[in-house]
């Protein structure tokens, strides 16, 4: 992630025909959000400060959020910004070494008949 803000307001909001993901750290933000044209601005608190991926995932729980058009907005953040997995190194075959000389069993010289 680009930075390590934490943030302890999270939603959606409709802006143009298109609903997205909202941080603050202020409730207050409704207000900025409204005065720039947004309809349908769902704003929630969390109890802690955490990382834009950690609200979103808290937020997607909450019933205000159930609706279809808060959860496609939530999970195309999610895909967008979640933590990609580290493709793995590719495992590298054995070193080919020089095959080994068999040796043939030899009955012991000195061993009685």
Do not use: C, W
């Not at 930075?3 to 941080?23: A, M, P, Q, W």
């Not at 409704?30 to 808290?58: C, F, M, N, S, Y």
């Not at 959860?71 to 020089?98: G, M």
């Amino acid at each position: 992630m680009a930075t390590d803000k934490l943030f302890n307001v999270f939603g959606v909001s409709k802006l143009n025909g298109e609903y997205k993901v909202r941080f603050a750290t202020d409730i207050m933000r409704i207000k900025v959000l409204a005065k720039h044209g947004h309809e349908d601005v769902r704003l929630a608190e969390v109890a802690t400060a955490v990382t834009k991926i950690e609200g979103v995932k808290q937020i997607a729980m909450l019933p205000d959020f159930q609706d279809a058009a808060a959860q496609s907005a939530i999970a195309e953040y999610l895909d967008q910004h979640a933590p990609k997995a580290k493709k793995a190194a590719p495992v590298k075959a054995p070193a080919k070494t020089a095959p080994k000389k068999a040796v043939k069993a030899v009955e012991n010289e000195d061993a009685p008949f």
